[in-house]
């Protein structure tokens, strides 16, 4: 009898991660859309933080590549796409001046097709996991279908952020910018 406590709670936690994604998301949803008070520690912070992120990222899609062909090549064209969304994430960005502040609201588009893409990624890999694709050999034409999607959202995800925060530093004002 004891033995079968660690499966169902196993299985309790799993059913809790299923019931609580959709609302994870919703919330990821409505912080990406709320407005922002542009702090030059807050964006000096996340770019350092994103800097090195990204170099991780690229050094593991490196070794990665030891094993999945595509793996490199997709984590730079998601960076290079993510630079291209912050791009236009920028242009669509509201920025006002209240009380001699910086605010600022991100485009709701975009932080709703980012959601997307990442519940996408977990629907995937679930459909994935259930045994919805043929195994990998190795460097066939599956092998795309691999790590090659992680990799390139995770490219898209960090370019993106990069990109944007990137962007953030250059629309500060010069007297916020030495606090």
């Given at each position: 009898m004891p033995l079968l406590v660690v499966p169902a709670v196993l299985l309790g936690l799993v059913l809790l991660w299923l019931v609580l994604l959709p609302l994870g998301l919703l919330l990821r949803y409505r912080s990406g859309t709320r407005q922002r008070v542009l702090r030059a520690w807050e964006v000096k912070l996340a770019l350092a933080t994103l800097l090195f992120a990204t170099a991780l990222a690229l050094a593991m899609a490196l070794l990665m590549q030891l094993?999945?062909?595509?793996?490199?090549?997709?984590?730079?064209?998601?960076?290079?796409?993510?630079?291209?969304?912050?791009?236009?994430?920028?242009r669509l960005?509201?920025?006002?001046?209240?009380?001699?502040?910086?605010?600022?609201?991100?485009?709701?588009?975009?932080?709703?097709?980012?959601?997307?893409?990442?519940?996408?990624?977990?629907?995937?890999?679930?459909?994935?996991?259930?045994?919805g694709a043929a195994p990998d050999d190795g460097d066939g034409a599956l092998a795309l279908l691999t790590a090659a999607p992680t990799a390139l959202l995770a490219g898209l995800l960090l370019g993106y952020h990069l990109g944007y925060q990137w962007g953030l530093l250059r629309r500060l004002p010069r007297r916020l910018e030495r606090l």
């Amino acid at each position: 009898m004891p033995l079968l406590v660690v499966p169902a709670v196993l299985l309790g936690l799993v059913l809790l991660w299923l019931v609580l994604l959709p609302l994870g998301l919703l919330l990821r949803y409505r912080s990406g859309t709320r407005q922002r008070v542009l702090r030059a520690w807050e964006v000096k912070l996340a770019l350092a933080t994103l800097l090195f992120a990204t170099a991780l990222a690229l050094a593991m899609a490196l070794l990665m590549q030891l094993w999945w062909s595509h793996v490199f090549a997709a984590t730079c064209a998601g960076l290079a796409g993510g630079l291209a969304l912050a791009i236009a994430g920028l242009r669509l960005t509201r920025f006002d001046r209240i009380d001699y502040t910086v605010r600022y609201r991100p485009h709701a588009g975009i932080a709703l097709l980012l959601t997307l893409l990442v519940a996408a990624r977990i629907a995937w890999g679930a459909w994935r996991l259930q045994g919805g694709a043929a195994p990998d050999d190795g460097d066939g034409a599956l092998a795309l279908l691999t790590a090659a999607p992680t990799a390139l959202l995770a490219g898209l995800l960090l370019g993106y952020h990069l990109g944007y925060q990137w962007g953030l530093l250059r629309r500060l004002p010069r007297r916020l910018e030495r606090l």
